[in-house]
């Protein structure tokens, strides 16, 4: 697996510095963390490289009621992580292959997360990152990080105050069986990634 351990361009000297995401960012309703997302960076550190990534795509589970959200089943072993505090890692595995990295945010109860759809490779890392599976097999995650906390050291975001991607959005992806919910705007892209127009 290749390591991209290239500086950001706003970590070298006389740019402005990225700052990591604290608590904060991720203790507000998942449509709005959905949004915010989207130009932000993923870093995973692993041993002495790292992988960095910018989000071009998410989508909003909007907790309980959103019958597209695993926590529409109630409290189980697998979702027990999205009743907890935000800014923790929710992984879980479909089709017994992929791996799907999730946000967990909002009040600690309320059961929100946000899937990270997609990414835009930075520094000279050459990856596929297009499809919430492919991206967490590029960045390393697996089930074992589920239940990581996302403010510390090894996997976390970092903001880019100069990024103002262009939003759209549009209907979530794969969730048929969710009745009503199922045409819930609650998907967000940069309308300017070349990579989702393909």
């Known amino acids: 697996m290749p390591r991209n351990s290239a500086l950001s361009e706003a970590s070298k000297p006389g740019r402005t510095r990225h700052r990591k995401l604290r608590r904060a960012f991720f203790a507000r309703p998942a449509i709005d963390v959905a949004q915010d997302l989207i130009g932000k960076i993923l870093v995973h550190r692993l041993g002495d490289g790292e992988f960095r990534g910018r989000i071009v795509e998410t989508e909003a589970y909007v907790g309980p009621h959103d019958l597209a959200s695993h926590s529409s089943k109630g409290r189980t072993k697998r979702t027990e992580i999205m009743f907890g505090p935000p800014g923790y890692a929710y992984v879980y595995l479909i089709y017994g292959m992929y791996d799907m990295l999730n946000v ?65 959005r549009t209907k979530r992806i794969g969730v048929d069986y969710a009745g009503e919910w199922k045409d819930a705007l609650l998907r967000f892209v940069d309308a300017d990634c070349a990579a989702l127009r393909r």
């Open 104 to 168: 967990v945010v909002g009040k600690k109860g309320d059961a929100q997360a946000v899937l990270l759809r997609g990414a835009e490779p930075l520094g000279d890392w050459d990856a596929h990152i297009i499809g919430p599976g492919r991206l967490a097999r590029a960045f390393g995650v697996t089930r074992a990080h589920n239940g990581v906390d996302l403010t510390q050291n090894d996997l976390f975001f970092l903001d880019d105050p100069r990024d103002r991607p262009k939003l759209r």
